[in-house]
């Protein structure tokens, strides 16, 4: 995996990145009856619903409850307006997002199982965290000051405490027991370590690479990486405590929410139901907060898996059994969108400059 630079650099760029990817729709292609016309109004009428897909029917309840025209419309045409409606309201909500590339997926469902919407991250490699993984040396460079250690510690420990709610990620600590467990049978420290590799990998004593060890891949991590270098909002300068601050309250905001018509859900017994080819996918989230540059073969190793099949990259699924249950998955994409707005600001801004 490699460090991502998905940000467009100009106003052509933005036209065309891939941020601003439409909406991708699953659907079948449901049965036209010339001259069959419908009304879109909140009592939809059973002639609306027959020759659509399940997941048309729900989404179309909901569109009809925010319709005004009393248009009589063609099925064909009253499919078109479903579409239409539900994609122009996703991609206004997705589209400030630059952190990651977010698309949302129609399920249709079956006999047994209810249509559902699928919101799938299309972002792979580690996030580009700005300001706070500046290093040392450039302190004096065009680049500008380099921060703090404590105030780069305190944002990096809140990127990593309320990321994982909103995205498919993973950090050092997945790392480092991905790593122990493929290496070391699950040992974190030198000893343990080497005689995991001695008796149950059968490794050469004299092949043994000391770099390789528990204790050298814990000392490769820059010290903003390191949870107890953070300090209190207290000491640090107003504007990037309340970064934080709101960063935080968004979190709240999201794990408050119930199961139920939440757009950021995970369930992955639910997940394999729908989209049986994620069974055989790697576990491993495709986006990290580990930096590339400092753990580039741990993060080749761990990855080979998701390179090679797919990562499971579905950040979560809503199964939707009404109309209701569309307007609920609507406000939770907002509340979701609006922390990855409030780790993009908080990323973005450095908190040295003017």
Not at 25 to 35: E, I, K, N, Q, T
Not at 65 to 72: D, G, L, P
Not at 256 to 272: Q, R, T, V, Y
Not at 325 to 345: H, P
Request: one cysteine or more.
């Amino acid at each position: 995996m490699r460090a991502l630079s998905p940000r467009p650099t100009s106003a052509a760029a933005a036209g065309t990145s891939r941020f601003s990817r439409p909406v991708v729709s699953a659907s079948r292609r449901s049965v036209d009856l010339a001259g069959r016309a419908v009304r879109l109004s909140p009592d939809v009428p059973v002639v609306f619903d027959a020759p659509l897909a399940p997941h048309h029917k729900v989404i179309g309840r909901w569109v009809a409850m925010r319709e005004t025209s009393v248009r009589r419309k063609t099925r064909t045409e009253a499919r078109r307006q479903i579409e239409r409606v539900f994609d122009a309201a996703v991609l206004e909500i997705l589209a400030p997002l630059q952190l990651a590339d977010l698309r949302v997926v129609p399920l249709v469902g079956d006999d047994i199982l209810p249509p559902a919407l699928a919101l799938i991250c299309d972002s792979i490699g580690s996030l580009e965290l700005g300001w706070i993984e500046k290093s040392n040396v450039l302190s004096q460079t065009l680049v500008g000051a380099v921060p703090p250690v404590k105030w780069r510690a305190t944002a990096y420990k809140a990127l990593g405490e309320t990321l994982k709610s909103v995205l498919p990620i993973f950090g050092y600590d997945d790392l480092f027991e991905h790593i122990a467990a493929y290496y070391w049978e699950g040992e974190t420290d030198d000893a343990a370590a080497v005689k995991a590799m001695l008796e149950w990998h059968g490794t050469d004593p004299n092949e043994i690479d000391e770099e390789m060890l528990p204790s050298a891949i814990n000392a490769r991590r820059p010290a903003w990486m390191i949870a107890t270098n953070a300090g209190p909002l207290k000491a640090l300068p107003a504007g990037l405590r309340d970064r934080i601050c709101r960063l935080r309250a968004a979190h709240k905001a999201i794990t408050s929410l119930k199961p139920d018509g939440n757009a950021w859900h995970f369930d992955f017994e639910e997940i394999g139901a729908y989209v049986s080819d994620y069974e055989d996918c790697s576990t491993l989230p495709p986006l990290t907060l580990v930096p590339f540059d400092h753990f580039a073969r741990e993060l080749d190793e761990v990855g080979r898996h998701g390179m090679e099949t797919r990562f499971m990259d579905i950040v979560g699924l809503c199964l939707l059994s009404d109309a209701d249950k569309v307007e609920r998955w609507f406000t939770s994409l907002k509340l979701g969108v609006e922390l990855l707005l409030a780790a993009q600001d908080l990323i973005d801004t450095d908190p040295v400059k003017p």
